[in-house]
């Protein structure tokens, strides 16, 4: 059975700095992390192709949130710096089968979602 399993979410202020994590289990898989904002559709922010070493961000968090994995460990994470008060949203690790995917269809898996909280 796969499972993610997110931690890292919090409240920072603007500015600041957060670390996500995403531990999957079940499998291995595409992996990357989406957000959703109250009243707004769930966004891609970021994803990484491991085995060419590329990552994918968004344009409203390039050269702000990096993606990263640690193979070993089945880990995912995204590190995010000078947070806005506009990154306030849940957000999602998901898993799939196309590395690098941008759309929310192409992953069959998601977690449960941490809150990422910015304040201005």
């Known amino acids: 059975q796969v499972q993610l399993v997110e931690s890292g979410g919090g409240l920072v202020q603007a500015g600041g700095s957060l670390r996500l994590s995403c531990a999957a289990s079940?499998?291995?898989?595409?992996m990357a992390w989406f957000r959703q904002a109250p009243g707004k559709a769930r966004e891609f922010v970021a994803a990484?192709?491991?085995?060419?070493?590329?990552?994918y961000c968004a344009d409203s968090v390039k050269g702000r949130f990096t993606i990263s994995a640690d193979n070993a460990k089945n880990t995912v994470y995204l590190q995010m710096n000078s947070l806005r008060f506009e990154d306030t949203a849940v957000y999602y690790c998901a898993a799939g089968s196309t590395f690098g995917a941008t759309i929310v269809s192409a992953y069959n898996y998601w977690g449960q979602g941490t809150q990422v909280t910015v304040s201005s």
């Open positions: 990484g192709n491991w085995n060419y070493g590329t990552t």
């Open positions: 079940g499998g291995t898989f595409a």
